[in-house]
T-cell receptor
Framework: GAGVSQTPSNKVTEKGKYVELRCDPISGHTALYWYRQSLGQGPEFLIY????????DSGLPNDRFFAVRPEGSVSTLKIQRTERGDSAVYLC????????????FGPGTRLTVL | GDSVTQMEGPVTLSEEAFLTINCTYTATGYPSLFWYVQYPGEGLQLLLKATKADDKGSNKGFEATYRKETTSFHLEKGSVQVSDSAVYFC????????????FGRGTSLIVHP
């Protein structure tokens, strides 16, 4: 079946602009995770959804970052007033539900803030 | 907090050479340990995992053994191929709850024909 998909694959924006990044998890997966991966680093956790609710948002760096998952499937990561330091690859992963330890990753969205 | 330390890359090998990528971890309790691989242009995918001490994970000729006494989970392969060129990430996650993993910074492997 289809894997995790993310759109767009690349996003270039200017400092101060607002961006939305989309994640479409594997069908039926109730748990969804967002990560940020800077150059030369491993993925860093941002937020975890179980169904429609954010079960853990402790990794969001500040209040410019926000994510939603209104119907328990597709999720959108929203970044307000982008800064050059936000440039990174944003990864999404899903699992069948709570208690599954193996994550299924999408290909990521490369965000560049000029 | 939990952390994972991997050897720095890139690791450059000739085809059929032996591979070791070192990984050590710091965690409370008894985490599960993972190796994920990221091929060029693709997302991370699970390569192998081990959920308790002395377990050996294996897949595609790769192996790693969960060593609690040395807090290590080194990745090995006896004979690498050009197609193994990728970035390898060691990770851990605490058992129970949300299983949010902690990743190492990744080790790039380049295999030459």
């Amino acid at each position: 079946g289809a894997g995790v998909s993310q759109t767009p694959s690349n996003k270039v924006t200017e400092k101060g602009k607002y961006v939305e990044l989309r994640c479409d998890p594997i069908s039926g997966h109730t748990a969804l995770y967002w990560y940020r991966q800077s150059l030369g680093q491993g993925p860093e956790f941002l937020i975890y959804f179980q169904g429609t609710g954010a079960a853990d948002d402790s990794g969001l760096p500040n209040d410019r970052f926000f994510a939603v998952r209104p119907e328990g499937s597709v999720s959108t990561l929203k970044i307000q007033r982008t800064e050059r330091g936000d440039s990174a690859v944003y990864l999404c992963a899903s699992t069948p539900g709570q208690g599954y330890d193996t994550q299924y990753f999408g290909p990521g969205t490369r965000l560049t803030v000029l | 907090g939990d952390s994972v330390t991997q050897m720095e890359g890139p690791v450059t090998l000739s085809e059929e050479a032996f591979l070791t990528i070192n990984c050590t971890y710091t965690a409370t309790g008894y985490p599960s340990l993972f190796w994920y691989v990221q091929y060029p242009g693709e997302g991370l995918q699970l390569l192998l995992k081990a959920t308790k001490a002395d377990d050996k994970g294996s897949n595609k000729g790769f192996e790693a053994t969960y060593r609690k006494e040395t807090t290590s989970f080194h990745l090995e392969k006896g004979s690498v191929q050009v197609s193994d060129s990728a970035v390898y990430f060691c990770a851990l996650s605490a058992s129970g709850g949300s299983y949010i993993p902690t990743f190492g910074r990744g080790t790039s492997l380049i295999v030459h024909p």
